[in-house]
């Protein structure tokens, strides 16, 4: 059975850090791709990042390049996404996902984890 939890979101001032983690079980991540996405009130979900399977290739939507980073430690099945600098509009829930295709769009999103809510603010 695939499962996902998110962990590490938080109140967090502008400026400030945070490191969201997607605990994965029921696969492996060699086999899969995994994103991040958010949701800020009234907005659709977005993709935000994503990392490969075997590859371990990465994608940063425009609005987080520089600031955020994907990684993934596969002797935890866990995908990290350390996000810096954050800003007001990073706030929303983080949603991570497992992709069937290294492409961080809902189309290809075969499972959700239950998310995780991250608010920048002062």
């Known amino acids: 059975q695939v499962q996902l939890v998110e962990s590490g979101g938080g109140l967090v001032q502008p400026g400030g850090s945070l490191r969201l983690s997607c605990a994965a079980s029921g696969f492996t991540l060699d086999d899969y791709a995994i994103g991040w996405f958010r949701q800020a009130p009234g907005k659709e979900r977005e993709g935000v990042s994503c990392?490969?399977?075997?590859?371990?290739?990465?994608y940063y939507a425009d609005s987080v390049k520089g600031r955020f980073t994907i990684s993934s430690v596969k002797a935890k099945n866990t995908v990290y996404l350390q996000m810096n600098s954050l800003k007001p509009e990073d706030t929303g829930v983080y949603y991570c996902?497992?992709?069937?295709?290294?492409?961080?769009?809902?189309?290809?999103?075969?499972?959700w984890g239950q998310g995780t809510q991250v608010t920048v603010s002062s």
């Open positions: 996902a497992v992709l069937r295709r290294a492409v961080v769009a809902a189309r290809f999103v075969d499972y």
């Open positions: 990392i490969s399977g075997r590859g371990g290739g990465t």
